[in-house]
Every structure is written in C-alpha cells, then in structure tokens.
C-alpha cells in the first residue's frame, strides 16, 4: 500500500502490557506551527504528554496494566521523524481489583463539530476492573475517571515544546481535525483482538 503524507499531522501512541499482552491506544495532533518536528522534539512531546495524561490514564485501570512508553511518530512524510518517552517503571493502574476480561473497554467518543464518519473518533480503554461496571453499563464513579482522562488527552497542546492540538485523522479525506469535545459512553463495547493470543 503506498504511504499516505497527513500535513502537519502527528501520531502519538501510549504503551501499555497486560497478561502477557501488548495493549496501545493512539491519539492524533494537529501541529499548530508549519514544519517538520525533531526527534527530540517529539521525544519532548512523548514525556510532556505522559506527564500530562498518565494519572489520568492510569486511574481508570486496575493494577494488573502496566504502561511502558510513549511513543510519536510525524506523519508529514515518510521520512519524519520518531520520538519516545519509557516510563519509569513499574507505572500500573491504581485500582487495586481483579480486571475485566481483556476484550472489555469503555469508549470515549471524539466530536469535532463537523459531521460525517471521517471527522469523528474513538478511543477503547482498556484495562478496566471488575467494579468499573454493572452488568454492561459503567459506574458514575468509572464515568467521571474516563471524564477527567478525556480532559486531559483534550486539553493537551505541548506546553513549552512544538504547540499541538488533539485532533481527529481522517484517512478517507487525508485531513486532520481539531477536537471540540468528548462523549463517554457508558454502555461497555468490546475489541475482541484484545483477548490473549488474537493481537493488541
């Protein structure tokens, strides 16, 4: 398949492991200013945004999930560059409770204003423990977790380091968009690839 240039477009992924699996979860930024990010500059990215999302991140989790990196990548070419960020370790969850099975997630739903598929997103967390549900629907307590994550991944723009903002990719339209606010649902979905041994 031939590689597709997104302008002025990053891709930054948050690493994580459980029962011997890789789990990851990847987020878009459009880039505030014109030109092509550093190695360094990304790896600055990746760190800054742990900083700023991993609490978060981490408190919707039990303790089983243990997260491991952060990685960016620029999508402007083929050639753009990567940067990483590995977590001081161990970084588990802090919910200390046996997990869900690992296909369980609860979805936060990305809007951007626009309609139409290309200019919305989704994100499956994964990591979630028993008590983060009732039957199929989520607590209030897991809702304003999964709330104050969306906040922070949200809010993010790099603060001191390449301006970003949270955006939405669009393969279909070769475009990216800012995001204007977050749903989380509280029905449980499921990614079956995530059960041990069937991939991330």
Same mark, same amino acid.
């Given at each position: 398949?031939?590689?597709?240039?997104?302008?002025?477009?990053?891709?930054?992924?948050?690493?994580?492991?459980?029962?011997?699996?890789?789990? #990851?979860?990847?987020?878009?930024?459009?880039? &505030?200013?014109?030109?092509?990010?550093?190695?360094?500059? $990304?790896?600055?990215?990746?760190?800054?945004?742990?900083?700023?999302?991993?609490?978060?991140?981490?408190?919707?989790?039990?303790? +089983?999930?243990?997260?491991?990196?952060?990685?960016?990548?620029?999508?402007?070419?083929?050639?753009? #560059? &990567?940067?990483?960020?590995?977590?001081?370790?161990?970084?588990?969850?802090?919910? +200390?409770?046996? $997990?869900?099975?690992?296909?369980?997630?609860?979805?936060?739903?990305?809007?951007?204003?626009?309609?139409?598929?290309?200019?919305?997103?989704?994100?499956?967390?994964?990591? =979630?423990?028993?008590?983060?549900?009732?039957?199929?629907?989520?607590?209030?307590?897991?809702?304003?977790? $999964?709330?104050?994550?969306?906040?922070?991944?949200?809010?993010?723009? +790099?603060?001191?380091?390449?301006?970003?903002?949270?955006?939405?990719?669009?393969?279909?339209?070769?475009?990216?968009?800012?995001?204007? +606010?977050?749903?989380?649902? #509280?029905?449980?979905?499921?990614?079956?690839?995530? =059960?041990?041994?069937?991939?991330?």
């Amino acid at each position: 398949m031939p590689h597709v240039d997104y302008p002025r477009t990053v891709e930054v992924v948050v690493h994580a492991q459980s029962e011997g699996s890789e789990r #990851a979860n990847v987020f878009h930024f459009y880039l &505030v200013a014109i030109g092509f990010p550093t190695a360094t500059q $990304l790896d600055t990215l990746c760190q800054n945004f742990w900083t700023a999302i991993g609490l978060a991140y981490r408190n919707c989790c039990g303790i +089983n999930v243990n997260f491991t990196a952060v990685t960016a990548r620029d999508l402007q070419s083929v050639a753009g #560059a &990567v940067g990483t960020y590995a977590i001081p370790q161990p970084a588990p969850g802090t919910i +200390n409770a046996d $997990l869900m099975p690992a296909n369980c997630a609860a979805v936060i739903s990305w809007r951007t204003g626009l309609s139409g598929r290309s200019a919305r997103g989704r994100s499956y967390i994964f990591g =979630l423990q028993d008590g983060a549900a009732i039957g199929s629907t989520l607590t209030n307590a897991q809702i304003a977790l $999964l709330t104050a994550l969306s906040n922070a991944i949200g809010s993010f723009t +790099n603060a001191g380091g390449v301006g970003v903002l949270f955006s939405i990719l669009s393969k279909t339209l070769v475009n990216t968009f800012p995001v204007r +606010n977050a749903i989380i649902d #509280a029905i449980m979905d499921s990614q079956r690839r995530r =059960l041990p041994g069937r991939g991330n």
